[in-house]
């Protein structure tokens, strides 16, 4: 399949559990995900990608999938991605709406480099099964990045943590969706719900939760986090002189907790304490939101959200 085919992500270990109807946890349940993405090939493809992003793809197996962010000059998030290094190119799996941007900032860089940078969003379609084990043709306890056939489709598919608990994205050509769906286990949910879970476990969506223009570190995708995204060890990439700094002095003034209200509250809106701003929520979904806060705020306190009164919960760092 052109735009797919298998790496494997970085441990993107549980934060939290969120306890899901017995129902459907017993055939496992799937989700739609709003997607668009890249398809970059060429003989410079792994170096050129790898000079772009934070996290090592250079280094990673083929197949592999390694999670990544694109980071501006300032060191904040332009966009978030999920990269896949194969045979043959790297797929960059992201939101929707992503990347015509990525796109466009990709072929800025493209000078003496080998590449060519395709867009194939209108091509592939993606959902997440959670949790995965019983998906036709997945091994649970092979590589993160596996490609196999499902319904007649080559499909490709990587184990991906999106709900505190990993699963696994499932990419597919557009023109086979009917035949490839017909054949996932469980029940499909709506999208409402994974985000209900990964609120629960303290997983951010970097675009749902409004959190791009951020610095990783403050939106848990450090070390540590509950979305690793980042290798202090790979060399030099856009805003990598930002991220050895962080790294170096520690000192970033926010980082990633929950929230729980009643709500609703938008992504993206402020999040107060005594009448001070001390920070921005994600989308509101199931108990609350996740949240970027300061990090003087402590476990329990109490902070309006949009004018919704919430409480924040600190997200413990892994190990």
């Known amino acids: 399949m052109a735009g797919l085919a298998g790496l494997r992500p970085s441990d993107l270990r549980p934060a939290f559990h969120m306890p899901r109807p017995a129902s459907r946890t017993l055939g496992g349940m799937w989700t739609r995900i709003p997607s668009s993405s890249l398809r970059v090939t060429g003989a410079d493809r792994v170096d050129f990608v790898h000079g772009q992003m934070t996290n090592n793809l250079r280094g990673a197996p083929t197949p592999g999938l390694v999670p990544c962010a694109f980071l501006n000059v300032r060191g904040q998030i332009e966009q978030f991605a999920r990269a896949y290094k194969r ?9 929707a709406g992503q990347a015509t941007a990525l796109s466009a900032r990709l072929r800025r860089y493209i000078i003496f ?7 194939v969003s209108d091509d592939l379609r993606t959902v997440h099964v959670w949790p995965g084990t019983d998906l036709p043709g997945w091994h649970p306890d092979g590589g993160d990045a596996q490609t196999f056939t499902l319904a007649g489709s080559t499909v490709l598919a990587g184990r991906v943590n999106r709900t505190g608990t990993p699963g696994v994205d499932l990419h597919y050509l557009a023109r086979h969706e009917d035949e490839v769906l017909a054949t996932l286990p469980g029940a499909a949910v709506p999208l409402t719900e994974l985000d209900a879970a990964r609120v629960q476990a303290g997983m951010p969506d970097i675009t749902r939760d409004a959190l791009t223009g951020t610095l990783p570190q403050e939106v848990g995708l450090d070390l540590g986090g509950p979305l690793p995204a980042i290798s202090y060890r790979k060399g030099c990439y856009v805003g990598q002189e930002i991220m050895a700094r962080l790294e170096a002095r520690g000192n970033a003034r926010y980082h990633l907790v929950r929230l729980t209200g009643e709500g609703p509250w938008e992504a993206g809106a402020e999040v107060s304490a005594d009448g001070k701003v001390v920070g921005q929520a994600g989308l509101h979904a199931g108990p609350g939101s996740v949240a970027r806060v300061r990090k003087e705020l402590t476990e329990g306190s109490a902070v309006t959200v949009g004018g919704h009164p919430a409480t924040l919960h600190l997200i413990h760092a892994h190990a």
Not at 87 to 95: A, F, R, S, T
Not at 113 to 119: S, T
């Open 87 to 95: 045979d043959q190119d790297v797929y960059l799996h992201l939101d």
């Open 113 to 119: 480099d080998q590449v060519e940078v395709q867009d």
